[in-house]
């Protein structure tokens, strides 16, 4: 039997030994096709060498496409898991012919293929195929009476060929363009296959029995405006297999999901889950829960691929499709786990809820992560065929296994939310219900049913009932009561809210109210969800970019001669802005846009600014106008963003004010080649860290913006986590050592851009819009880059690069900042300066000493301590030294103002029989000045003392006064007073109060007053 990557393998080698080119899968993110989510069919990649737009050098060629589809038109994730044939992921087989043959070599080739025992010999009885049946008005296509004489020709019985419409047999690219008929290959899997038991029904019955395998079109038509069909000069070809689909009918299996493109991948979720897919499949005849094995085996797939291909988890577009597919994989991953903990349902008993749908994750045990590891198998799976998967694994289990974490924690907050909002309404409901019931019972039985609540017996509502008015009347309340409970729901904003701020899935609300027993209000959550809508809508436009001034809308597009020159002499001004408004000149010192037939300038884009410089008269040396910058205010205008010089005497020509600029001047464009050779410099820098970056971290590395300037570069890239600081010295070295090489710059002109991508493998930034045709800049082997932007000749040219700092910008974005040639030497200067600085304070050798001055240890100790290591040792002995020299000042202040303390004799004074003590001490700190109140009161025995301090202008109080007065004088009375003075204020207990001041002037005044302030106390 063949394995599905052999059914790959032979498709492609069979079309190959046709003389068709192999071309590789184009990633999951269009390249050129805004219009598109995801690359979902094997044409995309060649959509514009159909519609005559692009040549390439094969007309024959044959893919395995990678394909997703899941969001917009095709959004069918919800099915996905619970039937034989839905995927996110897929893989399209195609052959294509471009202008080359038609239909009867594509019959044939298909014919062949499908039958012939070397390659995937079907019987031919199990075969049908379809032609299209012709259309009357308004299309007029006529049937395709060709292909069925082309089959009858390879043999297919006449009762085989069936004929469909339009709607099957009929392909066309847009509302114009290229049409035409399609013929359909299908196969009868048998009545087993039937979803509807179907016994022995017919060919083309739609109940799963018969399935497509193979969709040929031809390119038959080119629609114009008005609808009409003209016949292509030269027909083509366009066809599509799904691989996973004829899997299984090579291997004899009926759902995609029992072909070994998935069992092995089921296998591994079952695992990881703590199950088995005996065990699944055995519950599967009662609920569905082997449907979640399927679910993760195929969101696995998806996930892999399209974070392989660069698209993160986000809240927006593609982004947002890949965290509901990664979400929704770890939800059934969550089912299957909490099945796992529970018992295996027994004999006939029916499990309460094993349906995955219907299963709230209430009281779930705690979840391992699992996906991450998925992502491993599939890498393992699918490597051979798609080798850019080993690449990029590691980054994509990382980015899978964080948004496993977040999920997780989204989870638990808003599961503690819902429980806490069901709650709430239960208990209201309860609150209701009695109520109710009070209301309907007699006086004398309320009172009694009444009596038994407020006991609190409230449990017992039914016996208590059946006691008051008998079962078959309590029953009959008791349905009422249940149906009136039903009526109260969970508020559809409140579960909106959990939905939208929290990311809870809808279903997990709504199941969550059913295990409850709770009603959902489910309108007000969809109304919810229109004002929501709304709102995004709202804010959107108000975000949308502003049209195009008009003024710029009919300008003429100028020739941009900026990658040869840097001077181009006679331009011709087509046209002047100022203010936003067209105008015919600009005078001396207003400022404008100027829009000239040709130019030198770099319009800002691609990350690189815009060219500064000057504009020349046409006598080729008065500069007239100075240019600050040069942009595009509408695609392909280049608008230079002007000052007008004042005349440089007097006079000029025409005399004092004339216009210096007018519409119709001929002038020199002159570009500031100091500042555009720094910025080429940046430039080119920046595409040697962009390939380094990719060499050291990994191929999963992919630009998310940058900024070229000719001061320095900064480059944002997709990648996980910081980079450590060997890996950035890593890059430095690769990068550097590129510039050393000295290599040639190349630039290759007018490459269509899928040959750009799939054969130059040039890197693209993600999601942008190219033209039809691109630019392509070649480091030797080093790097391969789209790109407009203006690069030195050659790598030497660009200096050492000196990578500043790395940083994160948002989730899964990192950005390094980068300077090159005379920002490198600036910067290499300043360091050396501060070298230079530090030596002189630092000892040259500190090692030296610290080894003893061990014999011949010079010049080892010389290399081993570099400057900023020396500076490092020296300040952190400063410090310490600091602290200590503190230390000891604060000992020597405290010594000495106890000392002072000792001959205190003559400054206490007797008031009233207490002794008082006001005195100054300078530059204490508070607790010391603590200590020394304690000191003191211990000295006199029996008084009141007031302390003072003085430090840095600001003054401390502290007032102690002996246990034995506190009830004559307090301390907080005493200190008001006296802070009062000195500016401030303050207070606390009898004993001890404390207070600051601003005003150190009034200090000892305020401290001589402190006597009588006691005294008056006293009194
Ligand atoms: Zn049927
Ligand atoms: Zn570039």
Redesign the pocket.
């Known amino acids: 039997m063949l394995t599905g990557s052999e059914i790959r393998r032979k498709f492609l080698d069979f079309f190959v030994q046709k003389g068709h080119k192999e071309v590789h899968s184009s990633p999951l993110v269009p390249q050129n096709d805004p219009t598109l989510l995801f690359t979902n069919a094997g044409m995309n990649q060649f959509k514009d060498v159909f519609l005559g737009l692009e040549k390439r050098d094969y007309s024959r060629a044959t893919t395995s496409q990678k394909c997703v589809r899941a969001g917009g038109k095709h959004n069918d994730l919800e099915n996905v898991g619970f039937t034989n044939r839905h995927h996110t992921f897929f893989e399209m087989l195609g052959n294509f012919s471009f202008g080359d043959y038609f239909k009867k070599d594509a019959i044939a080739y298909a014919w062949e293929l499908i039958t012939a025992k070397e390659w995937f010999g079907i019987a031919k009885d199990k075969l049908y195929v379809t032609i299209f049946e012709g259309s009357g008005e308004p299309m007029l296509v006529p049937r395709d009476s060709e292909a069925y004489d082309l089959w009858l020709a390879e043999g297919v019985a006449k009762d085989r060929i069936f004929e469909s419409g339009l709607k099957d047999n009929f392909w066309q690219m847009g509302d114009t363009g290229p049409c035409g008929p399609c013929s359909e290959i299908h196969y009868d899997m048998g009545p087993a296959a039937s979803d509807q038991g179907h016994t022995d029904c017919a060919f083309p019955c739609d109940c799963g029995r018969y399935v497509e395998i193979w969709n040929l079109v031809f390119m038959q038509f080119d629609r114009d405006s008005s609808g009409k069909l003209n016949p292509l000069p030269k027909p083509s070809i366009d066809t599509g297999m799904g691989l996973e689909r004829v899997t299984a009918v090579l291997q004899g299996v009926i759902s995609n999901y029992e072909t070994d493109l998935f069992t092995p991948l089921i296998e591994k979720a079952a695992e990881l889950t703590g199950t088995s897919l005996a065990r699944e499949l055995e519950n599967e005849a009662r609920a569905r829960s082997a449907a979640s094995l399927r679910v993760i085996a195929d969101h696995s797939r998806a996930a892999t691929f399209l974070t392989s291909d660069g698209v993160l988890p986000s809240n927006e577009g593609r982004g947002y499709v890949l965290r509901k597919i990664i979400r929704r994989a770890i939800r059934h991953g969550r089912l299957l786990q909490a099945f796992g903990a529970r018992e295996a349902p027994k004999g006939s008993l029916k499990p309460v809820s094993l349906d995955p749908r219907t299963f709230t994750s209430f009281s779930l045990p705690p979840q391992k992560p699992f996906l991450h590891e998925m992502v491993d198998s599939v890498v393992d799976l699918m490597k051979e065929a798609y080798p850019e998967l080993v690449d990029t694994s590691r980054q994509v289990n990382k980015v899978v296994y964080a948004e496993e974490a977040r999920f997780a924690r989204t989870l638990d907050v808003a599961l503690e939310k819902l429980e806490e909002f069901i709650e709430n309404v239960k208990e209201e409901a309860s609150q209701q219900a009695l109520d109710y019931i009070g209301q309907i019972l007699n006086a004398s039985k309320r009172s009694i049913f009444e009596e038994t609540r407020r006991k609190g017996n409230v449990i017992h509502v039914q016996e208590i009932l059946t006691e008051l008015v008998g079962a078959t009347a309590a029953n009959d309340l008791l349905q009422r009561l249940d149906e009136r409970v039903r009526s109260i729901l969970l508020a559809g904003d409140a579960a909106f809210r959990l939905y939208d701020t929290y990311g809870l899935p809808l279903d997990f609300i709504q199941d969550a109210c059913r295990d409850a027993r709770i009603g959902f209000d489910q309108a007000g959550f969809d109304r919810a969800m229109e004002e929501q809508k709304a709102r995004a809508r709202a804010s959107w436009k108000g975000a949308a970019k502003q049209t195009a001034n008009p003024a710029y809308q009919q300008l003429p597009k100028s020739e941009f001669e900026g990658y040869r020159q840097t001077r181009s002499d006679n331009c011709e001004v087509l046209a002047i802005i100022r203010n936003g408004q067209g105008a015919q000149e600009l005078k001396p010192g207003e400022e404008g846009e100027v829009i000239l037939d040709h130019t030198p300038f770099y319009a800002e884009s691609?990350?690189?600014v815009g060219d500064k410089g000057w504009f020349y008269s046409d006598d080729h040396n008065t500069v007239v106008a100075e240019v600050k910058g040069c942009y595009y205010p509408v695609q392909g205008v280049r608008a230079h963003q002007v000052i007008v010089k004042s005349p440089p005497s007097a006079k000029n020509a025409e005399g004092w004010g004339t216009p210096v600029i007018r519409v119709g001047d001929k002038i020199d464009a002159v570009v500031n080649t100091d500042v555009r050779e720094a910025t080429m410099r940046n430039?080119t820098a920046?595409?040697l860290l962009h390939a380094g970056l990719r060499e050291v971290l990994g191929k999963h590395v992919k630009q998310a913006g940058s900024l070229v300037a000719p001061n320095h570069l900064r480059f944002d890239f997709s990648h996980f986590t910081a980079v450590e600081d060997e890996e950035l010295q890593d890059i430095e070295d690769i990068i550097n050592k590129e510039v050393l090489r000295n290599r040639k710059i190349e630039t290759i002109e007018n490459v269509p851009i899928d040959v750009a991508i799939n054969e130059y493998h040039a890197m693209a930034l993600f999601g942008e819009k190219y033209g039809d045709k691109v630019r392509v800049?070649r480091i030797g082997d080093f790097s391969t880059?789209l790109?407009g932007?203006t690069h030195t000749a050659a790598t030497g040219e660009i200096g050492l690069i000196k990578i500043l700092k790395e940083g994160s910008v948002s989730s899964g974005v990192r950005r390094v900042e980068a300077i090159t040639g005379e920002g490198s030497l600036a910067h290499f200067r300043r360091d050396h300066e501060l070298e230079g600085v530090v030596s002189s304070f630092v000892s040259p050798h500190p090692s030296k000493i610290a080894k003893g001055g061990a014999a011949g240890s010079e010049d080892a100790s010389r290399e081993t301590i570099s400057p900023a290591d020396a500076l490092k040792a020296e300040l952190e002995k400063k410090d310490s030294e600091i602290k200590r020299l503190t230390r000891e000042l604060d000992q020597a202040r405290m010594k000495s103002a106890s000392s002072s303390a000792a001959n205190i004799g003559d400054k206490v004074k007797e008031v009233k029989g207490v002794k008082v003590l006001a005195h100054r001490v300078d530059n204490l700190e508070r607790a010391q000045m603590r200590t020394l109140v304690d000191q003191l009161r211990d000295k006199i025995g029996s008084g009141v003392v007031i302390l003072g301090s003085a430090s840095n202008g600001n003054v401390a109080l502290i007032v102690g006064v002996t246990k034995d007065l506190t009830s004559r004088v307090q301390a907080g009375k005493v200190i008001g007073p006296v802070a009062q003075k000195v500016g401030g204020k303050g207070g606390g207990r009898p004993d001890l109060a404390e207070a600051g001041g601003k005003d150190a002037s009034a200090l000892d005044a305020a401290l001589d007053g402190a006597y009588g302030v006691v005294e008056g106390l006293l009194a």
């Open positions: 691609g990350g690189q430039h920046t595409h800049i880059e790109c932007g």
